[in-house]
């Protein structure tokens, strides 16, 4: 399939809060974690002044939508309790949310708890949940109450025992079928705006993911929305032998790959390099 069919999804939208996302051109998710050990930018953001500065940053360097987790689900990370969850992302919100009234937040959380206060509490325009559902049987009821953007991530396992040997037949058509399942789920709720991410690193080998990277253009198939985060991932530095520090060239690289795959938004830790990529893949497919 040519990219330049790939790139443009003309007419595809999302409505966070009366602000209409077009994915005419592929959007920019920057990540504000807020917990003391994320894989990557862990403990980095705990302060509001520091808090304050990461999301200005993410703004000033063009990022369409701000991620805000506070739950590291980084591989064997710890799991904090419901109410630890609670103070640290109200506290990031609440913070964000008075510095910057008009930015489009996303919060990162499986808990529907805590999803229905920061929607009720601080506007938040989008739910961003690792397990789809699948930790909290409450949360499809809350994005049906709000009717807000949601993200459903696939995940084999939980982020404590998704890397213990994680199989499939076939991964990106098990993880089609997986998400088609849960989108009519969704519909029946009347749930109207719903962006998928395949999950990379969660419960997947890192032949998993490259197959998965490969073959984004599968998941077209649901004429959704496709989220793709691959910022300093283990399995972009793993394989050069470096670290997560050392990863952004291999991180640009795996977005632009993503972008021409088909991806409409790209989370990342690194705003400005994902911006200048789309910028160049748009240029790239106006000569096609």
């Known amino acids: ?19 209409l996302i077009d994915f005419s051109s592929p959007k ?8 003391p050990d994320s ?22 360097e063009g990022a369409d939508i701000i991620d ?12 904090i309790s419901e109410q630890e969850e609670s103070e640290i992302i109200f506290n990031a919100l609440s913070i964000v949310r008075r510095e910057f009234p ?8 499986f808990r529907a708890s805590i999803a229905d206060k920061a929607i009720t509490n601080f506007d938040v325009q989008i739910i961003n949940d690792i397990s789809a559902g ?23 396992g939980t982020p404590q025992t998704m890397q213990q040997n994680p199989t499939y037949d076939n991964v990106s058509l098990d993880i089609v079928k997986y998400f088609s399942n849960k989108v009519d789920k969704l519909r029946l709720m009347g749930v109207n705006d719903i962006v998928i991410d395949p999950g990379f690193g969660f419960g997947k080998t890192i032949e998993h993911n490259y197959q998965l990277l ?22 972009l530095y793993k394989p050069l032998n470096l670290t997560a520090n050392d990863a952004l060239t291999a991180t640009i690289s795996a977005n632009t790959i993503a972008i021409l795959n088909g991806a409409n938004i790209l989370r990342v830790h690194d705003v400005k390099q994902a911006v ?5 893949v748009g240029l790239y497919n106006s000569f096609n």
């Open 1 to 19: 399939m040519p990219t330049s069919n790939l790139y443009f999804e003309e007419g595809k939208t999302i409505n966070c809060g009366g602000q």
């Open 102 to 109: 008009d930015a489009i937040i996303s919060v990162d959380t």
């Open 134 to 156: 699948e930790a909290d049987e409450e949360m499809f009821n809350i994005i049906a109450k709000h009717n807000v953007p949601y993200i459903i991530m696939h995940m084999q």
């Open 39 to 60: 894989f990557y930018d862990g403990g980095k953001y705990c302060s509001d002044e520091e808090i304050t500065n990461r999301a200005k940053e993410i703004i000033a």
């Open 214 to 235: 490969k073959n984004l253009n599968h998941f077209k198939v649901l004429n959704l929305p496709i989220l793709a985060g691959l910022s300093r991932k283990s399995m």
């Open 68 to 79: 805000i987790g506070a739950y590291s689900s980084r591989p064997g990370a710890k799991d």
């Open 276 to 280: 200048e990529s789309v910028k160049l």
């Open 28 to 35: 920019i998710m920057g990540i504000l974690n807020v917990t």
